[in-house]
Protein backbone atom coordinates (compact mmCIF):
# COMPACT_ATOMS: atom_id res chain seq x y z
CA UNK A 1 0.00 0.00 0.00
CA UNK A 2 1.59 3.40 -1.17
CA UNK A 3 3.14 5.12 1.94
CA UNK A 4 2.46 2.58 4.68
CA UNK A 5 5.59 -0.28 5.39
CA UNK A 6 5.50 -2.17 7.99
CA UNK A 7 8.37 -3.77 10.57
CA UNK A 8 6.35 -6.59 12.38
CA UNK A 9 6.26 -7.98 14.76
CA UNK A 10 3.92 -5.02 16.29
CA UNK A 11 4.03 -2.12 14.25
CA UNK A 12 2.85 -0.16 11.08
CA UNK A 13 4.31 2.40 10.30
CA UNK A 14 2.79 5.43 7.57
CA UNK A 15 4.58 8.11 5.43
CA UNK A 16 1.15 9.55 5.34
CA UNK A 17 0.00 12.40 7.75
CA UNK A 18 -0.57 11.16 11.03
CA UNK A 19 -2.10 10.88 14.66
CA UNK A 20 -0.89 8.66 17.50
CA UNK A 21 -3.62 5.42 17.69
CA UNK A 22 -3.81 2.77 19.74
CA UNK A 23 -0.02 3.34 20.80
CA UNK A 24 -0.40 6.49 22.07
CA UNK A 25 -2.58 5.32 25.03
CA UNK A 26 -1.62 4.88 28.26
CA UNK A 27 -3.13 1.17 28.24
CA UNK A 28 -1.06 -1.36 26.33
CA UNK A 29 -2.94 -3.48 23.81
CA UNK A 30 -2.92 -7.25 23.98
CA UNK A 31 0.77 -8.52 23.36
CA UNK A 32 2.12 -8.66 20.01
CA UNK A 33 -1.07 -7.13 18.75
CA UNK A 34 -0.03 -4.24 16.15
CA UNK A 35 0.41 -0.61 17.23
CA UNK A 36 -0.64 2.02 15.07
CA UNK A 37 2.29 4.97 15.67
CA UNK A 38 0.16 6.63 12.52
CA UNK A 39 -3.46 6.59 11.37
CA UNK A 40 -3.83 7.26 7.52
CA UNK A 41 -7.54 7.00 6.28
CA UNK A 42 -9.81 4.53 6.72
CA UNK A 43 -8.88 2.84 3.18
CA UNK A 44 -5.24 2.94 4.67
CA UNK A 45 -6.35 1.36 7.64
CA UNK A 46 -8.01 -1.37 6.14
CA UNK A 47 -5.64 -2.53 3.47
CA UNK A 48 -2.43 -2.71 5.86
CA UNK A 49 -5.00 -5.13 8.06
CA UNK A 50 -5.86 -6.63 5.20
CA UNK A 51 -2.11 -7.31 3.97
CA UNK A 52 -1.62 -8.25 7.93
CA UNK A 53 -4.33 -10.96 7.93
CA UNK A 54 -2.74 -12.37 4.78
CA UNK A 55 0.55 -12.80 6.51
CA UNK A 56 -0.39 -14.13 10.05
CA UNK A 57 0.48 -11.34 11.94
CA UNK A 58 -3.18 -10.38 12.93
CA UNK A 59 -3.11 -12.06 16.42
CA UNK A 60 -5.45 -11.64 19.45
CA UNK A 61 -6.67 -8.24 17.89
CA UNK A 62 -8.11 -10.19 15.12
CA UNK A 63 -9.06 -13.00 17.08
CA UNK A 64 -11.89 -10.51 18.55
CA UNK A 65 -13.06 -9.58 15.23
CA UNK A 66 -15.17 -12.93 15.85
CA UNK A 67 -16.79 -12.14 18.32
CA UNK A 68 -20.18 -10.40 17.30
CA UNK A 69 -21.06 -8.70 20.87
CA UNK A 70 -17.33 -7.35 20.84
CA UNK A 71 -18.13 -3.61 19.60
CA UNK A 72 -21.33 -3.13 22.15
CA UNK A 73 -20.00 -5.00 25.41
CA UNK A 74 -16.13 -6.73 25.92
CA UNK A 75 -15.52 -8.70 28.25
CA UNK A 76 -14.75 -7.05 31.53
CA UNK A 77 -12.12 -8.87 31.98
CA UNK A 78 -10.58 -7.90 29.04
CA UNK A 79 -11.68 -4.20 29.49
CA UNK A 80 -10.14 -4.68 33.42
CA UNK A 81 -6.90 -5.93 31.44
CA UNK A 82 -6.18 -3.43 28.89
CA UNK A 83 -8.46 -0.63 29.96
CA UNK A 84 -11.73 0.80 28.81
CA UNK A 85 -9.94 3.51 26.08
CA UNK A 86 -7.54 0.75 24.75
CA UNK A 87 -10.87 -1.46 24.44
CA UNK A 88 -12.11 1.09 22.40
CA UNK A 89 -9.61 1.68 20.16
CA UNK A 90 -9.95 -1.84 19.52
CA UNK A 91 -12.91 -2.04 18.51
CA UNK A 92 -12.44 0.28 15.69
CA UNK A 93 -9.56 -2.13 14.81
CA UNK A 94 -11.59 -5.02 14.56
CA UNK A 95 -14.49 -3.39 13.38
CA UNK A 96 -12.44 -1.85 10.05
CA UNK A 97 -11.37 -5.82 10.00
CA UNK A 98 -14.67 -7.53 10.49
CA UNK A 99 -16.48 -5.09 7.69
CA UNK A 100 -13.81 -5.92 5.19
CA UNK A 101 -12.86 -2.19 4.56
CA UNK A 102 -16.58 -1.08 3.97
CA UNK A 103 -16.88 2.26 2.97
CA UNK A 104 -19.52 4.51 4.19
CA UNK A 105 -22.39 5.92 2.59
CA UNK A 106 -22.03 9.64 2.69
CA UNK A 107 -24.84 12.25 2.09
CA UNK A 108 -23.46 15.79 1.70
CA UNK A 109 -26.06 18.44 1.40
CA UNK A 110 -24.47 20.81 -0.91
CA UNK A 111 -21.18 20.30 -2.33
CA UNK A 112 -21.17 22.20 -4.94
CA UNK A 113 -19.28 24.87 -3.99
CA UNK A 114 -16.14 25.96 -1.87
CA UNK A 115 -16.21 23.78 0.75
CA UNK A 116 -18.06 20.44 -0.13
CA UNK A 117 -15.70 20.88 -3.89
CA UNK A 118 -12.70 20.34 -1.49
CA UNK A 119 -14.06 17.88 1.20
CA UNK A 120 -16.11 15.30 -1.52
CA UNK A 121 -12.95 15.35 -3.05
CA UNK A 122 -11.37 14.00 0.03
CA UNK A 123 -14.07 11.79 0.69
CA UNK A 124 -13.98 10.15 -2.46
CA UNK A 125 -9.96 9.55 -2.74
CA UNK A 126 -10.63 7.73 0.87
CA UNK A 127 -13.20 5.49 -0.50
CA UNK A 128 -16.38 6.25 0.60
CA UNK A 129 -19.81 6.65 -1.30
CA UNK A 130 -20.67 10.24 -1.86
CA UNK A 131 -23.86 11.74 -2.87
CA UNK A 132 -24.63 15.64 -3.39
CA UNK A 133 -28.39 16.73 -2.53
CA UNK A 134 -28.31 19.86 -4.62
CA UNK A 135 -30.86 22.16 -6.50
CA UNK A 136 -29.14 20.96 -9.70
CA UNK A 137 -28.80 24.60 -10.87
CA UNK A 138 -25.15 24.53 -10.57
CA UNK A 139 -23.18 21.43 -12.33
CA UNK A 140 -22.65 18.82 -9.81
CA UNK A 141 -18.82 18.18 -10.31
CA UNK A 142 -16.68 21.05 -11.00
CA UNK A 143 -12.83 20.91 -11.89
CA UNK A 144 -10.69 22.41 -9.75
CA UNK A 145 -7.62 24.67 -10.89
CA UNK A 146 -5.05 22.33 -10.65
CA UNK A 147 -6.50 19.44 -11.22
CA UNK A 148 -6.11 16.67 -14.04
CA UNK A 149 -8.56 15.49 -16.52
CA UNK A 150 -7.68 12.28 -15.45
CA UNK A 151 -8.33 13.25 -11.38
CA UNK A 152 -11.46 15.18 -12.20
CA UNK A 153 -12.79 12.47 -14.44
CA UNK A 154 -12.17 9.63 -12.16
CA UNK A 155 -13.73 11.71 -9.40
CA UNK A 156 -16.83 12.70 -11.31
CA UNK A 157 -17.55 9.26 -12.07
CA UNK A 158 -17.64 8.06 -8.83
CA UNK A 159 -20.04 10.90 -7.09
CA UNK A 160 -23.88 10.41 -7.11
CA UNK A 161 -26.37 13.42 -7.14
CA UNK A 162 -30.17 14.09 -5.55
CA UNK A 163 -31.51 17.01 -6.72
CA UNK A 164 -34.19 18.64 -4.56
CA UNK A 165 -35.11 21.49 -2.09
CA UNK A 166 -33.88 21.71 1.36
CA UNK A 167 -37.20 24.34 2.08
CA UNK A 168 -39.41 21.15 0.59
CA UNK A 169 -39.72 19.49 3.82
CA UNK A 170 -41.76 16.88 2.37
CA UNK A 171 -39.93 16.71 -0.71
CA UNK A 172 -37.15 15.98 1.14
CA UNK A 173 -38.01 13.59 3.35
CA UNK A 174 -39.48 11.57 0.26
CA UNK A 175 -36.36 11.54 -1.62
CA UNK A 176 -34.10 10.73 1.41
CA UNK A 177 -36.59 8.39 2.68
CA UNK A 178 -34.72 4.45 2.29
CA UNK A 179 -31.28 5.66 0.94
CA UNK A 180 -29.49 3.85 3.96
CA UNK A 181 -26.80 7.23 3.92
CA UNK A 182 -24.75 6.74 7.27
CA UNK A 183 -23.64 9.90 7.59
CA UNK A 184 -24.58 13.60 7.11
CA UNK A 185 -22.32 16.50 5.89
CA UNK A 186 -24.61 19.72 6.29
CA UNK A 187 -22.28 22.37 4.83
CA UNK A 188 -25.18 25.17 3.81
CA UNK A 189 -27.55 24.39 6.83
CA UNK A 190 -29.01 27.46 7.90
CA UNK A 191 -31.96 26.26 10.43
CA UNK A 192 -32.86 23.88 12.93
CA UNK A 193 -36.33 23.00 11.02
CA UNK A 194 -34.33 22.41 7.71
CA UNK A 195 -32.48 18.89 9.77
CA UNK A 196 -35.51 17.38 11.41
CA UNK A 197 -36.80 15.59 8.22
CA UNK A 198 -33.58 14.26 6.72
CA UNK A 199 -33.12 13.30 10.54
CA UNK A 200 -36.83 11.84 9.88
CA UNK A 201 -35.78 10.07 6.50
CA UNK A 202 -32.83 8.61 8.05
CA UNK A 203 -33.37 6.99 11.38
CA UNK A 204 -30.28 4.45 11.33
CA UNK A 205 -28.07 7.79 10.85
CA UNK A 206 -24.43 7.14 11.94
CA UNK A 207 -23.23 10.84 11.87
CA UNK A 208 -24.94 14.20 11.63
CA UNK A 209 -21.78 16.76 10.70
CA UNK A 210 -22.80 20.25 10.60
CA UNK A 211 -20.71 23.47 9.59
CA UNK A 212 -21.70 26.32 12.03
CA UNK A 213 -19.93 29.33 12.12
CA UNK A 214 -17.72 30.84 15.17
CA UNK A 215 -20.07 34.10 14.38
CA UNK A 216 -22.38 32.54 17.20
CA UNK A 217 -19.97 33.26 19.84
CA UNK A 218 -20.98 36.87 21.86
CA UNK A 219 -18.54 39.30 21.80
CA UNK A 220 -15.55 39.26 24.58
CA UNK A 221 -13.49 41.07 25.92
CA UNK A 222 -11.80 37.80 27.18
CA UNK A 223 -10.14 35.91 23.60
CA UNK A 224 -9.46 33.73 22.13
CA UNK A 225 -13.20 32.04 22.06
CA UNK A 226 -13.44 28.74 23.27
CA UNK A 227 -15.81 26.64 22.27
CA UNK A 228 -17.90 26.43 25.67
CA UNK A 229 -17.92 30.67 25.27
CA UNK A 230 -21.50 32.34 25.95
CA UNK A 231 -22.78 32.77 22.20
CA UNK A 232 -25.51 35.45 21.09
CA UNK A 233 -29.21 34.70 20.32
CA UNK A 234 -29.38 37.67 18.39
CA UNK A 235 -26.41 36.71 16.45
CA UNK A 236 -27.41 36.67 12.64
CA UNK A 237 -26.17 32.41 12.63
CA UNK A 238 -28.58 31.72 15.30
CA UNK A 239 -29.91 29.48 13.01
CA UNK A 240 -26.86 27.40 13.02
CA UNK A 241 -26.98 27.51 17.29
CA UNK A 242 -30.87 26.19 16.88
CA UNK A 243 -29.19 23.18 14.57
CA UNK A 244 -26.89 22.09 16.89
CA UNK A 245 -29.34 22.42 19.64
CA UNK A 246 -31.77 20.42 18.02
CA UNK A 247 -29.30 18.07 16.95
CA UNK A 248 -28.27 17.40 20.46
CA UNK A 249 -31.93 17.20 21.92
CA UNK A 250 -32.92 14.11 19.31
CA UNK A 251 -29.73 12.19 20.20
CA UNK A 252 -28.53 11.49 16.88
CA UNK A 253 -24.52 11.75 17.01
CA UNK A 254 -23.60 14.75 15.43
CA UNK A 255 -20.76 17.30 15.30
CA UNK A 256 -20.16 20.70 14.47
CA UNK A 257 -18.06 22.99 13.42
CA UNK A 258 -17.19 26.37 13.58
CA UNK A 259 -14.96 28.32 11.35
CA UNK A 260 -13.59 31.47 11.65
CA UNK A 261 -13.37 33.29 8.24
CA UNK A 262 -12.54 30.68 5.27
CA UNK A 263 -10.37 31.40 2.41
CA UNK A 264 -8.90 29.44 -0.69
CA UNK A 265 -9.51 28.83 -4.27
CA UNK A 266 -12.80 29.50 -5.20
CA UNK A 267 -14.15 31.41 -2.16
CA UNK A 268 -17.25 33.15 -2.75
CA UNK A 269 -16.61 35.53 -0.06
CA UNK A 270 -14.84 38.57 -0.72
CA UNK A 271 -12.34 37.94 2.07
CA UNK A 272 -8.75 37.66 0.02
CA UNK A 273 -10.39 38.78 -3.14
CA UNK A 274 -11.10 41.91 -1.87
CA UNK A 275 -7.73 42.71 -1.22
CA UNK A 276 -6.02 41.59 -4.31
CA UNK A 277 -8.41 43.30 -6.31
CA UNK A 278 -6.78 46.50 -5.04
CA UNK A 279 -3.47 45.01 -4.89
CA UNK A 280 -3.87 44.31 -8.48
CA UNK A 281 -5.49 47.68 -9.44
CA UNK A 282 -2.23 49.50 -7.88
CA UNK A 283 -4.72 50.93 -5.31
CA UNK A 284 -4.27 52.33 -1.85
CA UNK A 285 -6.42 49.75 0.73
CA UNK A 286 -8.71 51.24 3.28
CA UNK A 287 -8.42 49.63 6.40
CA UNK A 288 -10.67 50.65 9.47
CA UNK A 289 -8.83 52.59 12.14
CA UNK A 290 -6.33 51.64 13.33
CA UNK A 291 -5.95 48.33 11.38
CA UNK A 292 -4.26 46.55 14.53
CA UNK A 293 -7.59 44.57 15.07
CA UNK A 294 -7.08 41.18 15.53
CA UNK A 295 -8.25 38.04 13.76
CA UNK A 296 -8.02 34.86 12.15
CA UNK A 297 -7.82 33.06 8.85
CA UNK A 298 -8.29 29.10 8.04
CA UNK A 299 -7.83 27.82 4.88
CA UNK A 300 -10.37 25.68 3.15
CA UNK A 301 -8.35 22.52 2.50
CA UNK A 302 -7.26 22.39 6.12
CA UNK A 303 -11.42 22.71 7.31
CA UNK A 304 -12.06 19.92 4.90
CA UNK A 305 -9.54 17.91 6.06
CA UNK A 306 -11.09 18.53 10.35
CA UNK A 307 -14.17 17.54 8.43
CA UNK A 308 -13.01 14.09 7.59
CA UNK A 309 -10.86 13.93 10.91
CA UNK A 310 -14.52 13.91 13.24
CA UNK A 311 -15.87 11.28 10.51
CA UNK A 312 -16.78 7.92 12.58
CA UNK A 313 -14.88 9.35 15.31
CA UNK A 314 -16.35 8.90 18.74
CA UNK A 315 -14.58 11.68 20.28
CA UNK A 316 -16.32 13.94 17.99
CA UNK A 317 -19.77 12.61 18.94
CA UNK A 318 -21.66 15.61 20.53
CA UNK A 319 -18.66 17.76 20.21
CA UNK A 320 -18.32 21.27 19.13
CA UNK A 321 -14.80 22.37 17.23
CA UNK A 322 -13.43 25.78 16.15
CA UNK A 323 -11.43 25.36 12.78
CA UNK A 324 -9.01 27.97 11.75
CA UNK A 325 -5.51 29.02 10.94
CA UNK A 326 -2.43 28.65 13.94
CA UNK A 327 -1.96 32.26 14.16
CA UNK A 328 -4.17 35.37 14.45
CA UNK A 329 -3.13 38.39 12.34
CA UNK A 330 -4.20 41.62 11.98
CA UNK A 331 -5.89 43.19 9.54
CA UNK A 332 -2.79 45.56 7.98
CA UNK A 333 -0.99 42.09 8.40
CA UNK A 334 -4.19 40.54 5.85
CA UNK A 335 -3.27 43.19 3.18
CA UNK A 336 0.61 42.57 3.65
CA UNK A 337 0.37 38.86 3.50
CA UNK A 338 -1.88 38.93 0.08
CA UNK A 339 0.65 41.29 -1.39
CA UNK A 340 3.46 39.10 -0.99
CA UNK A 341 1.34 36.24 -1.59
CA UNK A 342 0.43 37.42 -5.00
CA UNK A 343 4.23 39.27 -5.31
CA UNK A 344 3.02 42.62 -5.06
CA UNK A 345 4.41 45.22 -3.88
CA UNK A 346 4.30 46.53 -0.16
CA UNK A 347 0.64 48.09 -0.02
CA UNK A 348 -0.46 51.58 0.77
CA UNK A 349 -2.61 51.22 3.85
CA UNK A 350 -5.29 54.12 4.72
CA UNK A 351 -7.48 54.13 7.66
CA UNK A 352 -10.02 55.53 8.12
CA UNK A 353 -13.24 55.89 10.91
CA UNK A 354 -16.02 53.80 9.68
CA UNK A 355 -18.69 56.48 11.94
CA UNK A 356 -17.59 59.18 9.58
CA UNK A 357 -19.30 57.81 6.85
CA UNK A 358 -22.64 56.29 5.77
CA UNK A 359 -21.91 53.63 2.98
CA UNK A 360 -25.44 52.54 2.69
CA UNK A 361 -25.95 49.11 1.85
CA UNK A 362 -22.64 48.91 1.01
CA UNK A 363 -19.91 46.89 2.48
CA UNK A 364 -16.80 48.76 2.87
CA UNK A 365 -14.34 45.91 4.29
CA UNK A 366 -14.87 42.47 3.99
CA UNK A 367 -14.32 41.42 8.19
CA UNK A 368 -16.22 42.67 10.66
CA UNK A 369 -14.53 45.43 12.91
CA UNK A 370 -13.54 44.03 15.63
CA UNK A 371 -10.87 41.54 17.51
CA UNK A 372 -12.60 38.24 16.43
CA UNK A 373 -10.11 34.95 16.92
CA UNK A 374 -10.76 31.62 18.55
CA UNK A 375 -8.81 28.63 20.19
CA UNK A 376 -8.11 25.79 18.19
CA UNK A 377 -6.32 23.72 20.60
CA UNK A 378 -8.95 21.84 21.36
CA UNK A 379 -9.45 20.36 17.55
CA UNK A 380 -5.46 19.68 17.55
CA UNK A 381 -5.71 17.46 20.78
CA UNK A 382 -8.54 15.74 20.47
CA UNK A 383 -8.47 14.70 16.54
CA UNK A 384 -4.76 15.06 16.13
CA UNK A 385 -5.67 17.75 13.60
CA UNK A 386 -3.71 20.93 12.78
CA UNK A 387 -3.60 23.51 9.87
CA UNK A 388 -1.02 22.57 7.04
CA UNK A 389 -1.15 25.92 5.57
CA UNK A 390 0.31 29.28 7.09
CA UNK A 391 -1.24 32.16 6.44
CA UNK A 392 1.12 33.43 3.41
CA UNK A 393 1.50 29.64 2.28
CA UNK A 394 -2.38 29.23 2.07
CA UNK A 395 -2.87 33.01 0.46
CA UNK A 396 -0.46 32.13 -2.42
CA UNK A 397 -2.37 29.00 -2.78
CA UNK A 398 -5.21 31.02 -3.00
CA UNK A 399 -4.20 33.79 -5.43
CA UNK A 400 -1.90 31.03 -7.84
CA UNK A 401 -5.12 28.55 -7.88
CA UNK A 402 -7.67 31.35 -8.51
CA UNK A 403 -7.51 35.48 -8.63
CA UNK A 404 -3.73 35.00 -10.47
CA UNK A 405 -5.64 33.43 -13.17
CA UNK A 406 -7.97 35.89 -13.58
CA UNK A 407 -11.12 34.11 -12.14
CA UNK A 408 -12.95 36.19 -9.51
CA UNK A 409 -16.52 35.53 -8.09
CA UNK A 410 -17.59 39.53 -8.20
CA UNK A 411 -16.22 42.27 -10.10
CA UNK A 412 -14.27 45.01 -8.23
CA UNK A 413 -16.15 47.67 -6.84
CA UNK A 414 -14.26 50.88 -5.29
CA UNK A 415 -17.19 53.07 -4.71
CA UNK A 416 -16.73 53.22 -1.11
CA UNK A 417 -12.84 53.31 -1.41
CA UNK A 418 -13.32 55.80 -3.70
CA UNK A 419 -15.40 57.80 -0.70
CA UNK A 420 -12.89 57.21 2.02
CA UNK A 421 -10.12 58.09 -0.20
CA UNK A 422 -11.52 61.73 -1.10
CA UNK A 423 -12.46 62.53 2.38
CA UNK A 424 -8.72 61.68 3.66
CA UNK A 425 -7.25 63.49 0.62
CA UNK A 426 -5.15 60.63 -0.66
CA UNK A 427 -4.51 60.67 -4.45
CA UNK A 428 -5.42 57.42 -6.27
CA UNK A 429 -2.47 56.51 -8.49
CA UNK A 430 -4.31 53.96 -10.69
CA UNK A 431 -2.21 50.95 -12.54
CA UNK A 432 -1.88 50.60 -15.91
Not at 316 to 324: E, F, L
Not at 369 to 393: C, G, N, Y
Request: aromatic fraction near 10%; proline fraction near 6%; charged fraction near 25%.
Amino acid sequence: MAGMSSSFPGTVTSSAPCVAAAAGSRHSLPQGAPRLHCKASFGDLHATFEGMRQSNNVDKIGKLADKPNLASSPPVAYQQRIGRKAVRQAVVMTRALASGGESKNILIMGGTRFIGLFLARQLVAAGHQVTLFTRGKAPVTKQLPGESDEEFSVYSSKVKHIQGDRQDFDGLKEKLTGTGFQIVYDINGREGKEVEPILDALPGLEQYIFCSSAGVYLKSDQLPHLEVDAVDPKSRHKGKLDTETLLQSKGVPWTSIRPVYIYGPLNYNPVEEWFFQRLEAGRPIPVPAPGLQITQLGHVKDLANAFVKVLANEKAYGQVYNISGSKYVTFDGIAKACAKAGGFATPEIVHYNPKDFDFGKKKAFPLRDQHFFTSIAKAETELDWAPEFSLVDGLTDSYNLDFGRGTFRKEADFSTDDMILEKLGTKTVVAA
